[in-house]
T-cell receptor, first 113, second 110 residues
Framework: DTEVTQTPKHLVMGMTNKKSLKCEQHMGHRAMYWYKQKAKKPPELMFVYSYEKLSINESVPSRFSPECPNSSLLNLHLHALQPEDSALYLC????????????FGEGSRLTVL | LAKTTQPISMDSYEGQEVNITCSHNNIATNDYITWYQQFPSQGPRFIIQGYKTKVTNEVASLFIPADRKSSTLSLPRVSLSDTAVYYCLVGDGSARQLTFGSGTQLTVLP
């Protein structure tokens, strides 16, 4: 299994809602990542977890809250988002942080109304 | 921070070889060079990674000169399905290696 699975594929939420994006991999990878991608822009790194501990937070606003319950799962909790947060949210994993290939999921398309 | 510079866009025709060059003048000793391909509304896909000289796999070759200040991704005999954005990443496993540059939009024409 070389897949990173993200759910939901599409999410529409209001600015007062609380929602979560989920990411799962079963490749035994110990590093997992969240990226945000706006249209026609490159992916922007948000968070990195290494061995289930947060190792990199690229100064992301606190309305985005990551969680890594175990080595296979990565969540991104969303609360009080703004319309400008609408984007494709990509999850990735790798054997170790920065080690070799990043495996990306298909992404979750988020629209904030 | 090893910033990367790539052409914004390139056009090619089916069956041709395409070379996309990435400049990384401030590359550090421990930095690796990695290339990804991304189709619209999909996650990026790893193509190839190298440190120096030449690396080849089943889909591409990566050429890195001795000074390592640039690298060239070579795609042999492209097809329409190779139309995508190609990103060059440079880094050592810290956040730098995980930061995408602006990428090159490759359009393959029939």
């Amino acid at each position: 299994d070389t897949e990173v699975t993200q759910t939901p594929k599409h999410l529409v939420m209001g600015m007062t809602n609380k929602k979560s994006l989920k990411c799962e991999q079963h490749m035994g990878h110990r590093a997992m990542y969240w990226y945000k991608q706006k249209a026609k822009k490159p992916p922007e790194l948000m968070f990195v977890y290494s061995y289930e501990k947060l190792s990199i937070n690229e100064s992301v606003p606190s309305r985005f809250s990551p969680e890594c319950p175990n080595s296979s799962l990565l969540n991104l909790h969303l609360h009080a988002l703004q319309p400008e947060d609408s984007a494709l949210y990509l999850c990735a994993s790798s054997q170790g942080q920065g080690a070799g290939e990043l495996f990306f999921g298909e992404g979750s398309r988020l629209t904030v109304l | 921070l090893a910033k990367t510079t790539q052409p914004i866009s390139m056009d090619s025709y089916e069956g041709q070889e395409v070379n996309i060059t990435c400049s990384h003048n401030n590359i550090a000793t421990n930095d690796y060079i990695t290339w990804y391909q991304q189709f619209p509304s999909q996650g990026p896909r790893f193509i190839i990674q190298g440190y120096k000289t030449k690396v080849t796999n089943e889909v591409a070759s990566l050429f890195i000169p001795a000074d390592r200040k640039s690298s060239t991704l070579s795609l042999p005999r492209v097809s329409l399905s190779d139309t995508a954005v190609y990103y060059c990443l440079v880094g050592d496993g810290s956040a730098r290696q995980l930061t995408f540059g602006s990428g090159t939009q490759l359009t393959v024409l029939p």
